[in-house]
């Protein structure tokens, strides 16, 4: 049983550009959520996917979006990055939702 | 009323000490109160979770303390030792069909040998 897989592991990006971050579930897993965590601070919600459907968002602004696939597999996409986008951006997944996440490593963007 | 208060921000233990973190929440409707572990460049790794139905839960060295009444849950780590060494996260949730944890902001914790 394969874990949560998160690509790239780091990025660097100038101010104003845009990246997408990739995600693939746990095997089984049908639920995505994205949180971002600041250097030396908590994870923050941004959103959830079940099966291709968005269920749930935080307090982020629209330019943060994402997509999920037939297979479970996610994506997030951030427009117009600004300087503090820079962070760890996690990817956790579970099956319909239930308890106990599983997370991936992150991806560590550091916007320029 | 969303917010999880999470102390202390760090934590020194000698060897086979007991590391306790605790955490404060508002909002009762969270049901679900998980703790995660995290290492450097790692994500955060479940550790232990306990409902508010239960007061005390235990997994070999990890044991969580919850107080319904008085809205708090903290964690023990007997016998620590130094590969404990971590960020400790505490998490509530609901059962909203959505899930969304609600971290608190982590305590470092250092084990020394």
């Known amino acids: 049983e394969t874990g949560v897989t998160q690509s790239p592991t780091h990025l660097i990006k100038t101010r104003g550009q845009q990246v997408t971050l990739r995600c693939s579930s746990q095997s089984g897993h049908n639920t995505v959520s994205w949180y971002q965590q600041a250097l030396g601070q908590g994870p923050q919600f941004i959103f959830q996917?079940?099966?291709?459907?968005?269920?749930g968002r935080g307090n982020f602004p629209p330019r943060f979006s994402g997509l999920q696939f037939p297979n479970y597999s996610s994506e997030l996409n951030v427009n117009a990055l600004e300087l503090d986008d820079s962070a760890l951006y996690l990817c956790?997944?579970?099956?319909?939702?239930?308890?106990?996440?599983?997370f991936g490593s992150g991806t560590r963007l550091t916007v320029v | 009323q969303q917010q999880v208060k999470q102390s202390p921000q760090s934590l020194i233990v000698q060897k086979g000490g007991i590391s306790i973190i605790n955490c404060a929440y508002e909002?009762?409707?969270?049901?679900?109160f998980p703790w995660y572990q995290q290492f450097p460049g790692k994500g955060p790794a479940l550790l232990i979770a306990i409902r508010p139905d239960v007061s005390e839960k235990k997994e070999g060295r990890f044991t969580i303390s919850f107080n319904k009444s008085a809205k708090q849950f903290s964690l023990h780590i007997m016998d620590s030792q130094p590969g404990d060494s971590a960020t400790y996260f505490c998490a509530a949730s609901k059962a909203s069909g959505t899930y969304k944890y609600i971290f608190g902001t982590g305590t470092r914790l250092k084990v020394l040998a």
């Open positions: 909002n009762t409707a969270f049901d679900y």
């Open positions: 996917y079940y099966r291709e459907e968005e269920n």
């Open positions: 956790a997944s579970s099956r319909d939702g239930e308890d106990g996440y599983t």
